[in-house]
């Protein structure tokens, strides 16, 4: 019933125009847009490309830091952190000025066998070996202590 | 045709291939769609174009649940749906609230106005939308009722009510002159 009123009608005779030559010109510019679309992905890659560079540096100077975290130490020692005793003095004084030694050194090998034998370095007095070194060396000369 | 696009489809670096033919095998179809809808060529230009941006930025999503061509006029019908819509203002509105945008002959540059056809264009151009999208897709596109309810997400019983109501008004407008 339905049909057969719609039958007077030609579905293929079509009222409707388009301008001449629009479908090919259509197909052209669709792919044109899809082509279009395409373009900012470069972009993106581009960007996450850097990125990740940047990340890479990052991370190689972290590690870095971590694996090597301290400054080369100080040749100054903190005095607090030094245990100020006898010893430790008397091979501070050794170290840095060794031509003491050496000049008790020399008074030593000046004594005669008799001199030694005569005294007692336990029974020496700090004021007694001085009159022992003014008696005995020229303190105008210069020792050579080599 | 549309098997070779679904194979396409299936390998992600052929999807520029595969729009090409979408659009080759498609595009005049989806055009004359859409043109019985919005009925002037300006606006079936621009709602073909935005449907085919939407086609190529969806093409992944496409998983084939639904067959090509439903899914295709689905986009289409939706976007001239959307078309009508944000047009209505623009549209003279009947008392009942139905669209009566059917003077094509003033309105489109390209409407031939003096072909007994123009009469039916016109009778199908004053159905609501629903209608006439329905009424379309039945008769011009020849499109089986559960291929049109995947296209409008309808039942095929709404359907078949709905081209039923506007077989029986276009008849009532063309009997009307």
Do not use: C
């Not at chain 2, 003279?92 to 409407?111: I, K, M, P, Q």
């Amino acid at each position: 019933m339905e049909d057969e009123f719609l039958k007077q009608f030609n579905k293929r005779k079509n009222p409707q125009k388009v301008p001449e030559g629009y479908f090919d010109q259509k197909k052209l510019d669709l792919l044109a847009i899809a082509d279009e679309e395409q373009k900012p992905e470069p972009k993106g890659f581009k960007l996450k490309a850097t990125l990740s560079w940047v990340v890479g540096i990052a991370a190689a100077i972290i590690i870095g830091v971590i694996l090597y975290p301290t400054a080369p130490k100080s040749d100054v020692i903190p005095i607090t952190e030094v245990a100020l005793t006898n010893a430790s003095i008397e091979e501070y004084l050794l170290e840095e000025y060794p031509a003491s030694a050496m000049e008790e050194a020399l008074i030593v090998n000046e004594l005669t066998e008799e001199d030694l034998e005569a005294i007692s370095f336990n029974a020496f007095e700090e004021n007694e070996l001085e009159e022992f070194i003014d008696n005995n060396f020229d303190q105008t000369l210069d020792y050579e202590y080599l | 045709m549309e098997e070779r696009i679904l194979e396409l489809l299936n390998q992600k670096d052929k999807s520029k291939v595969a729009f090409e033919l979408i659009v080759s095998t498609f595009s005049e179809r989806l055009y004359w769609h859409i043109r019985r809808m919005v009925n002037h060529h300006e606006d079936a230009d621009d709602v073909l174009q935005n449907t085919f941006i939407k086609i190529w930025r969806n093409m992944d999503s496409f998983r084939g649940d639904s067959k090509l061509y439903t899914w295709l006029y689905r986009i289409a019908t939706n976007e001239a749906l959307d078309h009508i819509r944000k047009n209505k203002k623009s549209q003279l509105v009947g008392a009942d609230g139905e669209s009566v945008e059917y003077d094509n002959a003033s309105g489109d540059l390209y409407f031939d106005g003096e072909m007994a056809e123009a009469k039916l264009h016109s009778a199908i151009a004053s159905l609501p939308e629903k209608q006439r999208l329905v009424f379309n897709l039945k008769y011009f596109e020849e499109m089986k009722y559960e291929d049109m309810a995947e296209v409008t997400g309808t039942s095929v019983g709404a359907l078949k009510a709905s081209y039923s109501l506007a077989v029986g008004k276009i008849k009532e407008f063309v009997s009307k002159d």
